[in-house]
C-alpha cells in the first residue's frame, strides 16, 4: 500500500511541475487516490491540493514528511476528474504522471484577462438634463458631451467614451464622484464565434434519423449510458442527428463535447451548429490564440456555454455536468497522439463519459476496423442509416486503370474518361473536386539513370520538391536547392515523380484555360482564416474545380459538386503499415461520397495503377461489409489489432551504439517478461523503426503482441521500472505506444 501522496496545490500548467509530498494517515488510506481533493498543512496555513501520485518512495527526510489532514468535505470538482482521467491516461498509455496532467488540464498558461469596463447614468432623465444645463452654462463641454450620450442611449462602453468621444479619465472620475453615473467592471472572455450569424434551424429528421435518436435518447433517459456506433453512408444526415441529440441533453441541464477531426473542423461545420444552438456553441482549434483557448474553458467552466467543439484536445473541457461526447468521423488517424502519451480519444472519451455519467456516440461512413470490431462484438451499441437524405442515390463509379491509359498513349494525369466528364460539368456550370493523398509539387527527387534518390543527411527519408526551387525534408525541416545533374553518377536525367496539387493546378488549368481553379491543401491554408474563404468562395460557386489533399474530403458538404476525381489512389496503398487498405479504403469512400449531395446525381472517377486491390474494389462499390468481412480475415491471420493488441516500443537516442545496445537489452527483459505469463504472447525485434534516423536521433523498435490489452499495460509497468533506475537508459528515450494507427 502507498504511503505517501504527491499534491499540486494549483490547477495551471506553468504551476504543475511542482508537487508536495505528504504521507498518509491509515485511517483515510482506503480513500486516498489519483485526483482525490484533499486538505494540507502549508506553512501555518490549511489549503487544499490535488493527489496526483501515489508512491511508496519517500522524497527527503520521512521525519519531516507531514501528513495529509483529510480528504476535503463537498462536491468534488471538474479538476479531480480530469486528474484522474490523466491517472488513467498514465497508466493506460505510458507516461510521466506530468505528461498525462499536461495533456488534460486545459489551462496552457493564463494569459492577460480582458476587462469589460461599461458607464451606466445613474439618475433619471430630468435630473440629467438639469445637470446637462448646468454644464453647459458653465461651459463644461466635456461634461456636458458624456451626458448628453448617455440621456440618449442610457450606458456606454468605457474603450468608446474615452476614443471616440475624447473624453478624459479624471472627466469620468469626477462625474462618478458626483453620482452622476456609475462604472461597472466585469471580466470578458473572447468568443471565437462572435462574428457569426445565424440563419436558423427549420430541419426535420426522417424516419431514419429519428429511430437512431430514439434509440439512444430511451437509452439515456433510462439512465443506460453506453458508447453507440452510428454507421451512415455519406450524406445519410449523421450531423442531424447529433443535433437532436445535443438538444435533448441539453433540456435535461447536461452540456455536449463534440470532437470532429482538426481538417474538417470548418465555417460550414460550424455554421451547422451555430444555425441550431447560437451563442450557447463555441470551438477550440489550433488556430485559437492562447487567450481565445484559455477562454473557452474558462466559459465551459462558469456555463456560458454548452456545446464544445473541436479536434481531440476538446474532449477536456471541463464541463460541470456532461451528458453527451460526440466523436464524427471517428476513423480519422488525428484522434490518436503521435506525442508522448500517444493516447486514443476514442478510448479516453469512453472513460471520461463513464466518471461522468455520460453517453458515447461515434458516427462514420467508414468505420475504422477497430470500432466496428467492437460493435460486432457487442462492445458498442451499433446503429445503421443506409440512406441519403431525401433518398438521393449514391455516386456512380468508375474505376480507370492508370497502366492502360499508359498503353493508349495517354501520359496526363488526368485520364481521357475524367477529362471527358470535367469538359461536360464545365459545360453545365456543374462543380469538380479533384483529389490527390499528396502534399508539395512532386515527390521524391530520383535519377533515371543509376536510381540515385536525394535524402535528407539528419533523416532516413528522401526530399521532397517544392515549387520554389528547393527540396524539403517533412519530418527535420531541413533544406537544400533542387539539382541540375545527378550528385551520384552526373546524369541529366533527374527529376521528380508524383505530382502533387500544385503541378496538377498548373496541368489543370492548362487543360482547361477557362476554367476557375481553387487549390487547397498545406501551403494554402497557413493563415487563420485560409479554410474558410477557400471553403466559402467554392460553395459561393467562385470556382469550377477544387483541386486539394486529404481536407477536401472531410466532410464538407457542397450541393454542386456532381464530379469526383481521385487521382492517386494507390499512394496510401502500399506503405509499410497494417492499416494501408482500411486508410485507402476510407478516404476513396469519403471522396467518392462528396459527389451528387445536392438535387443532381454524382459520378466518381477512381484512377489507379491497382484496380484489383480490394480496397479500391469495395469503394468503387461503396460496400463497407464487403471490405470489413476481408480485412478482419488478414488482420485474425496475422495477430493485427483489433484482434489482438499490439504495443509498440520506441527507443531513441543521439548516440547509435548505445541505442542499439539499449533496444537489444530492453528485448532481453521483454522476453524474460514474456516467459513467466501463461497466455500467447509474440515478441519482435528490436529492428529499425520505419525511418530509423529523425533530425540525427537513432530510433528502434520492439513490437509486443498479445490478446489481452491489461498484459501489455503489466508488461509496460516492468519495462518502466526496468529503465527507471538502470544507468544505460540515461541518455535514451523509451516510450510505448498501444495499438498504432498509422505507420511506426
Known amino acids: 500500500m502507498a504511503r505517501y501522496a504527491n499534491v499540486i496545490v494549483d490547477i495551471s500548467h506553468e504551476k504543475l511541475d511542482k508537487t508536495f509530498q505528504y504521507a498518509i494517515p491509515e485511517d483515510i488510506a482506503a480513500d486516498i487516490h489519483v485526483g482525490v481533493q484533499v486538505d494540507i498543512p502549508f506553512g501555518s496555513r490549511t489549503i487544499s491540493g490535488y493527489v496526483v501520485e501515489l508512491t511508496d518512495i519517500p522524497e527527503y527526510d520521512v521525519s519531516k514528511i507531514k501528513p495529509l489532514i483529510g480528504i476535503k468535505a463537498g462536491s468534488v470538482p471538474m479538476e479531480s476528474k480530469l486528474i484522474t482521467l490523466a491517472g488513467w ?19 496552457k ?14 439618475l433619471n432623465e430630468i435630473q440629467a438634463r438639469e445637470k446637462l444645463a448646468l454644464f453647459e452654462a458653465k461651459h463644461q463641454t466635456a461634461r456636458a458631451r458624456l451626458l448628453r450620450e448617455l440621456i440618449d442611449q442610457n450606458e456606454l462602453d468605457y ?3 474615452t476614443s471616440k468621444l475624447n473624453i ?20 470578458s472572455f473572447r468568443n471565437p464565434v462572435k462574428h457569426l450569424q445565424s440563419k436558423g434551424y427549420n430541419l426535420v429528421l426522417n424516419e431514419n434519423q429519428r429511430m437512431v435518436v430514439d434509440s439512444i435518447m430511451k437509452d439515456i433517459n433510462d439512465g443506460c449510458h453506453n458508447t453507440y456506433l452510428i454507421k451512415g453512408v455519406t450524406g445519410s444526415g449523421k450531423t442531424e442527428v447529433y443535433m437532436e441529440l445535443i438538444a435533448n441533453v441539453l433540456a435535461k441541464g447536461q452540456q455536449a463535447i463534440v470532437l470532429i477531426p482538426e481538417i474538417a473542423l470548418t465555417y460550414q461545420t460550424v455554421m451547422r451548429f451555430y444555425n441550431r444552438f447560437g451563442d450557447r456553441v463555441s470551438i477550440i482549434n489550433s488556430r485559437l490564440s492562447q487567450g481565445e483557448r484559455y477562454d473557452q474553458f474558462e466559459r465551459a467552466k462558469t456555463g456560458d456555454i454548452d456545446i464544445m467543439i473541436g479536434p481531440r484536445s476538446a474532449l477536456f473541457t471541463p464541463f460541470p455536468n456532461l451528458g453527451l461526447i460526440i466523436i464524427d468521423e471517428e476513423h480519422e488517424n488525428s484522434y490518436k497522439s503521435e506525442s508522448v502519451p500517444r493516447y486514443h480519444a476514442r478510448e479516453v472519451a469512453i472513460e471520461y463519459a463513464r466518471m461522468n455519467n455520460a453517453s458515447v456516440v461515434l458516427g462514420s461512413a467508414t468505420p475504422s476496423v477497430d470500432s466496428y470490431y467492437n460493435a460486432k462484438n457487442g462492445k458498442y451499441k451499433l446503429l445503421e442509416l443506409n440512406q441519403r437524405v431525401e433518398e438521393k442515390p449514391l455516386p456512380d463509379c468508375e474505376v480507370i486503370d492508370l497502366r492502360q491509359e499508359l498503353k493508349n498513349g495517354n501520359r496526363s494525369i488526368l485520364s481521357e474518361r475524367l477529362q471527358e466528364l470535367m ?10 473536386m479533384l483529389f490527390i493523398n499528396r502534399r508539395g509539387m512532386s515527390g521524391f527527387m530520383s535519377c533515371r539513370a543509376c536510381g540515385y534518390v536525394v535524402k535528407c543527411p539528419h533523416c532516413d527519408v528522401s526530399l521532397s520538391q517544392h515549387n520554389n526551387g528547393r527540396m524539403v525534408c517533412h519530418y527535420c525541416g531541413y533544406e537544400e536547392p533542387v539539382p541540375v545533374v545527378c550528385p551520384s553518377c552526373g546524369s541529366k536525367y533527374i527529376s521528380g515523380f508524383k505530382a502533387g496539387t500544385q503541378k496538377i493546378e498548373q496541368m489543370v488549368q492548362n487543360r482547361f484555360p477557362t476554367a476557375r481553379i481553387l487549390r487547397m491543401d498545406f501551403d494554402t491554408t497557413r493563415t487563420k482564416d485560409s479554410y474558410e474563404k477557400i471553403l466559402q468562395a467554392f460553395s459561393n460557386r467562385e470556382a469550377d474545380i477544387l483541386i486539394g489533399t486529404q481536407m477536401i474530403v472531410k466532410g464538407h458538404d457542397f450541393p454542386n459538386v456532381t464530379l469526383v476525381g481521385v487521382l492517386a489512389a494507390d499512394m496510401s496503398l502500399h506503405v509499410s503499415d497494417f492499416h494501408s ?9 469519403q471522396a467518392v461520397g462528396r459527389a451528387g449531395r445536392g438535387r443532381e446525381p454524382g459520378q466518381a472517377v477512381i484512377q489507379t495503377y491497382d484496380p484489383d486491390n480490394f480496397s479500391i474494389e469495395t469503394a468503387r462499390k461503396q460496400d463497407y461489409e464487403a471490405f470489413y468481412s476481408q480485412e478482419i480475415e488478414y488482420r485474425q491471420m496475422l495477430f493485427y489489432p483489433p484482434v489482438w493488441n499490439l504495443l509498440v516500443i520506441h527507443i531513441q537516442s543521439v548516440n547509435q551504439n548505445s541505442n542499439d545496445i539499449a533496444a537489444e537489452k530492453l528485448a532481453l527483459c521483454c522476453d524474460e517478461l ?9 515478441l519482435v525485434g528490436p529492428a529499425d523503426a520505419v525511418v530509423s534516423r529523425v533530425n540525427d536521433v537513432y530510433r528502434k523498435v520492439i513490437y509486443i503482441k498479445t490478446k489481452e490489452y491489461d498484459t501489455l499495460v503489466d508488461i509496460k509497468d516492468n519495462i518502466e521500472k526496468y529503465v527507471k533506475d538502470n544507468p544505460l537508459y540515461k541518455n535514451v528515450s523509451v516510450q510505448f505506444d498501444f495499438n498504432p494507427t498509422s505507420g511506426f
Open 581 to 589: 487498405a482500411e486508410r485507402t479504403f476510407e478516404l476513396l469512400t
Open 89 to 107: 491516461i498514465k497508466r493506460n498509455y505510458g507516461s510521466t504522471m506530468n505528461q498525462a496532467l499536461k495533456t488534460v488540464i486545459p489551462i
Open 674 to 682: 514474456i516467459k513467466n505469463l501463461d497466455e500467447r504472447v509474440q
Open 159 to 161: 474603450s468608446v467614451v
Open 168 to 187: 478624459s479619465v479624471a472627466v469620468i472620475k469626477a462625474l462618478e464622484e458626483q453620482g452622476i453615473i456609475t462604472v461597472s467592471d466585469e471580466k
Open 423 to 432: 469538359e461536360d460539368r464545365l459545360k453545365k456550370g456543374q462543380q469538380t
Open 109 to 122: 498558461k493564463k494569459t492577460k484577462e480582458i476587462r469589460k469596463r461599461t458607464i451606466y447614468l445613474k
